[in-house]
């Protein structure tokens, strides 16, 4: 499964954008949930929000709840990650990701499978 990242860019605080993961590739109906997690330069990677195939059961971290939301399209094999309200705080390389089982480690990183090549988000003040 090879996944693209799109969407990132530069917004003023309270702004919006959303990110794009595309899904391709022969084994891409393997994949059974997906998620977007986020990366600033020492830090390790934190989860943002997740998506179960099926179900559309979705989880979200604290720092985020209310203001992002991820949904998929399947006819697409596309997960985006709408983001509202943006902060500084939220400046991060994201990355999408995608797991061929579901997990209730879905917050952790080493449950996924695939990984995009990440997209920059930067939140002036």
């Known amino acids: 499964v090879q996944l693209q990242a799109s969407g990132g860019g530069l917004v003023q605080a309270g702004g919006s954008l959303r990110l794009s993961c595309a899904a391709s590739?022969?084994?891409?109906?393997?994949?059974?949930?997906a998620g977007w997690f986020r990366q600033t330069p020492g830090k390790e990677r934190e989860f943002v929000a997740s998506i179960w195939w099926g179900s559309y059961r979705t989880y979200y971290a604290d720092s985020v709840k209310g203001r992002f939301t991820i949904s998929r399209d399947s006819a697409k094999n596309t997960v985006y990650l709408q983001m509202n309200s943006l902060k500084p705080d939220d400046t991060a390389v994201y990355y999408c990701?995608?797991?061929?089982?579901?997990?209730?480690?879905?917050?952790?990183?080493?449950?996924?499978?695939?990984w995009g090549q990440g997209t920059l988000v930067t939140v002036s003040s």
């Open positions: 590739g022969r084994t891409v109906s393997s994949v059974n949930m």
């Open positions: 990701a995608a797991a061929r089982y579901f997990s209730s480690n879905y917050y952790y990183a080493r449950s996924y499978d695939y």
